[in-house]
């Protein structure tokens, strides 16, 4: 089983940058597409980004490209949210899990406690 463990929200003003990192454990991290998520108050949890088992293929939600980058390091298994030019939109709990949550309801038990970021005005 999979522990994922998301660090590095914090407040900050809008235009800022941030990046977010989510450790996984185990021994099968480059064998799992990844995502990035993030749930505002009162909204239901949508995807940010997504990269593939090697890298080399990245997703990105219209909200956010141009502005997010995702990365991993399937060595150190650890994937990353590179946040550039912040909105306060932006403010929400971002996770992270693999791309199949999305259809298998068995990785819901993956999800973290996530960590918050907050963009401020």
């Known amino acids: 089983q999979v522990q994922l463990t998301e660090s590095g929200g914090k407040l900050v003003q809008a235009g800022a940058s941030l990046r977010l990192s989510c450790t996984a454990s185990?021994?099968?991290?480059?064998?799992?597409?990844m995502g990035w998520f993030r749930q505002a108050p009162g909204k239901e949890r949508d995807i940010v980004a997504a990269?593939?088992?090697?890298?080399?293929?990245?997703y990105y939600a219209d909200f956010v490209k141009g502005r997010f980058a995702i990365s991993r390091d399937n060595v150190q298994n650890t994937v990353y949210l590179q946040m550039n030019s912040l909105k306060p939109e932006d403010t929400a709990v971002y996770y992270c899990?693999?791309?199949?949550?999305?259809?298998?309801?068995?990785?819901?038990?993956?999800w973290g406690q996530g960590t918050q970021v907050t963009v401020s005005s």
């Open positions: 899990n693999a791309i199949e949550v999305l259809t298998d309801t068995s990785f819901s038990a993956h």
């Open positions: 185990g021994h099968t991290f480059s064998a799992y597409a």
């Open positions: 990269i593939s088992r090697s890298g080399d293929n990245t």
